[in-house]
């Protein structure tokens, strides 16, 4: 596990962005963090990263929002109004989860057999402020980042 401090909401974005530069198709994020703790900030740079230009607004009446205009398709799910697997699989939303996409899922602890074995939790924990501990951890399979580059958000050495 890799972690680093953004300052800003500023900061938790631009790790998003950093993070997007290394991102493939089928790739799925797991955002862990209680409501407040900046996933959907790290969301919006993640989308900016992708090359999306619009709004970025958080999914948590609507589910999931799809973004197709950047250079991946972008899936931002918040699982948190979610009853369980079975909501998600009557609904056709799993399908989402597929091998053209990146996917991020807040909430994802809502529907656990869902989840892929090879995926990348990023853990955000609130600090002093507007500060934020970002925990990289990935599961299964899940290749090595560019810890360097992400850093850079937050004012580390590349």
Sequence with gaps: MRSLITH????????GMLLA???RPGDVLLLTGDLGAGKSELCRGIARGLGI???VPSPS???LNRYEE????FNHFDWYRVSGEDELLESGLDEMLDEHSVSAIEW?????????????EIRLTPLDGEQREIAIV???AFRALDWAAI??????EP
């Design 108 to 120: 994802h602890e809502r529907a656990p057999g869902l989840l892929p074995a090879d995926c990348l």
């Design 53 to 55: 230009q619009g709004p």
């Design 21 to 23: 530069a290394q991102l």
């Design 138 to 140: 990935p599961h299964g």
């Design 8 to 15: 800003s909401a500023q900061e938790t974005r631009q790790a």
């Design 151 to 156: 850093g850079y958000a937050a004012g580390e």
């Design 61 to 63: 009446f609507t589910i």
């Design 70 to 73: 950047g250079h991946l398709p």
